[in-house]
């Protein structure tokens, strides 16, 4: 029987802010290669006779970026699982377990890797071993968790006791995040490993399981899936049946109280890139053990990592520092405190600042914008809309919209009139005019839109017609 990867990419990443946005989070960037997160993750999966198409659930809003990432590299997804309302990993496997067994028919069942899409495994002979040693484990009913061999003591992990050394061991208990010497304590025994958050089991297992020991989180599933709408690649689950799950992780609401649970130890390279000084763990080091990104200086600079990804950044006589800067924001941090940066992302929620929810490049399904400016009552964009592809029909009640064609060529709609706007050509969209553009071209369509009004919010669109299924 074929495994079936179960990809997680539903979370926010906020200990990697300013980088990860809750619009374009972690698992959607590059950060330890060139590839992004979720693409090593299907890559691993994507590419073996082992396992079978990979299915991702994902929030709503990120099911374009799932897509188009997942078509760079070449693995098929059929199946993309949009959650409309967060709701943790339980449920998302929940609802994961149902596709599944849907897709197999009535009487048979299947087996699912649950995955999340934001971890590095370097070893990939080692991890497989360790999937297929867990394998049979999963077919006798066992819900297995792999453990990672700890190589220092980590409190930015959860951490898993084994009855017995090695193989596939019951689990004697879970245990919370530690404190520094609590975790020397268990590194030094050699009885605990790390809480990867990747599970092997059958579909109907769990589902018997979560039913047993969350019946109301079921039954909210079972209805949520059951309700949902087939939309190309995309199940949508209904909101309203969804919304009424309760939230809570694998971990709580069902391994820690299973009596089903084994671990399946496993020495891969693994990492959860949850915090800067992981990425620091994971980067070669200069002679002074720093990690660089980018266009970097550093002079007396001891135990940092310093990322750039446009401008220029120099250091001088600093030590154990994270600095790394985006388009919008730079942050500096000490290497103890990386946990912490999340309170910086929930102040700026309080404030209703932008820069917790969106970079200045804003990635969408017909391409990407980027806000060059805005003051009082203008916005200067950068637009860029690939070939073939065509924004929303629309209007606006409090903007009206200037457009620049830089480079290829615009089919624009206003009104009931079309015309093509070339490079070097301008056309102008007043206040309430019903209108579209497009690239007909086979080249990236380029332009500068000015936008000038009293309110110049994105919620200011009226979507009458949408290729991607955004129009109300």
Known sequence: MKITPIILSGGNGSRLWPQSRALYPKQFLALVNDKTMLQNTLERVGNSDIYSDPVVVSNEEHRFIVAEQSRDTGVVLETIILEPVARNTAPAVAIAALNALEAKGVEEDALLLVLAADHVIENLRTFEKAVDLAKQSALEGKLVTFGIVPDQPETGYGYIKAKEKGGVQ?????????DKTTAQDYVASGDYYWNSGMF???????????QTLEPAMYQACVNAYQLSVKDRDFIRLDKAAFEECPDNSIDYAVMEKTRNAVVVPMAAGWCDVGSWSALWMLEEKDDANNAIQGDVILNNVQNCYVRSEKKLIAAVGVQDLVITESDDALLIVHKEAVQDVKKVVEQLKKENRPEALMHRKVYRPWGYYDSIDSEGRFQVKRITVNAGEKLSVQKHHHRAEHWVVVSGTAKVTLGDKELLVTENQSTYIPIGEV????NPGKIP?????VQTGSYLGEDDIVRFDDLYGRAK
Not at 170 to 178: A, D, G, L, S, T
Not at 435 to 438: C, D, F, I, P, R
Not at 445 to 449: F, N, S
Request: hydrophobic fraction near 45%.
């Open 435 to 438: 209108h579209a553009l497009e």
């Open 200 to 210: 092997l089991f059958s579909a109907r297992q769990y589902l018997n399981e979560l």
């Open 445 to 449: 369509l380029q332009l500068i839109e």
């Open 170 to 178: 019951p689990v004697e208990r879970f245990v919370e995040k530690p």
